[in-house]
């Protein structure tokens, strides 16, 4: 998956503090597995910062009407210069902080599975698949847990997210676990799986999210 910003408009508005206020298109270009497939996801944010207060606050928009929408309904004295030849910037994707990190513990709960790597870690609400070797295991497997325990210790050599697979983290040694992000009624809560990363760094994945419904 790629991640690209690019800044649109600047300027200034008031909801009740004056804000420093940017409107950005975000993207996220998403492949198969075999990179035969592409998919685009666009979404509109406006970032506003108080600097006197030194707060800052984000909102994310489906669509540039919606976006507009908001604008009008909160801001006032609202004045924004667009930027005449935007360029989208290539960002940071949080997971790619897991890349080169040990798998450091496993814990099983009733409702979840913890997946920690030395500090980042994911809440799985949906058991992943474990590739090991050339076998494959689902949590239906009587030797599910004890296989996945074999993976403390492992480095991750990447990890991704594909349009036909969902998540993905690869080990050094070829193994893998995969969490499907894209999953069916069986599943009897919005959550897929959260991530929990450095910099306050989160990311969750529900039922129905685009490009996974």
């Known amino acids: 998956m790629e991640n690209y910003e690019t800044l649109t408009a600047s300027g200034k508005g008031t909801w009740d503090k004056l804000y420093e206020v ?85 814990t099983f709960d009733i409702d979840y599975l913890q997946i920690d790597f030395n500090g980042p870690r994911f ?5 992943p698949l474990i590739y090991n070797g050339r076998k494959v295991y689902d949590r239906r497997d009587f030797r599910y847990h004890k296989e996945l325990c074999t993976f403390i210790g492992k480095k991750v050599s990447s990890i991704d997210e594909y349009l036909d697979l ?28 959260e991530y929990q990363g450095e910099n306050n760094a989160w990311i969750l994945w529900q039922v129905g999210d685009p490009p996974f419904e």
């Open 22 to 106: 940017k409107l950005v298109t975000f993207t996220r270009k998403y492949y198969s597995y075999d990179k035969d497939k592409t998919r685009e996801i666009i979404e509109y944010c406006i970032r506003f910062c108080n600097r006197r207060k030194k707060c800052s606050d984000v909102r994310i928009f489906s669509t540039q009407e919606e976006r507009a929408s908001f604008l009008e309904k909160n801001f006032t004295k609202l004045n924004l210069s667009p930027i005449n030849t935007p360029e989208s910037v290539l960002v940071k994707y949080p997971l790619d902080d897991i890349a080169g990190k040990e798998l450091s513990a496993i």
């Open 123 to 127: 809440n799985c609400y949906y058991q």
């Open 166 to 193: 969902g998540l993905l983290i690869e080990f050094e040694d070829g193994c893998l676990i995969n969490v499907p992000l894209k999953v069916d009624e069986t599943h009897l809560i919005p959550e897929i799986v």
